[in-house]
């Protein structure tokens, strides 16, 4: 199983921030999986920013809920992540993760895409 996220790598402030992570070798709807978005900024931890299941259920961070949604297209194999109103605080690299529902392991992960905010 592969992950591949994309994006801009650029964005400007308030701007909404568009990232998608194509997944090769498993179906997204496969039973039992889910899809984790998580971030690491300069300077900080690894952060979670939410995930969405093989039924295309949702669940984000409490502290980013109200800036993200998440989607899926299953006849592409894609996930996607948006962010609004972005601020340089969401600079950073981004990543999609797959994670057997039920186990602790997140894996495999993708390579990561790096997000740049600024004017």
């Known amino acids: 199983v592969q992950l591949q996220e994309s994006g801009p790598g650029l964005v400007k402030p308030s701007q909404t921030l568009s990232l998608t992570c194509t997944v090769s070798?498993?179906?997204?709807?496969?039973?039992?999986?889910?899809w984790h978005w998580l971030r690491q900024s300069p300077g900080k931890g690894l952060e979670w920013i939410g995930c969405i299941s093989y039924t295309g259920a949702t669940g984000g961070s409490p502290s980013l809920e109200s800036r993200t949604s998440f989607s899926r297209d299953t006849s592409k194999n894609q996930l996607t992540l948006q962010l609004n109103s972005v601020t340089p605080e969401d600079a950073g690299a981004y990543f999609c993760?797959?994670?057997?529902?039920?186990?602790?392991?997140?894996?495999?992960w993708g390579q990561g895409t790096q997000v740049t905010v600024s004017s």
């Open positions: 993760v797959g994670q057997l529902i039920g186990t602790s392991l997140f894996d495999p």
């Open positions: 070798g498993e179906s997204i709807s496969t039973n039992g999986y889910q």
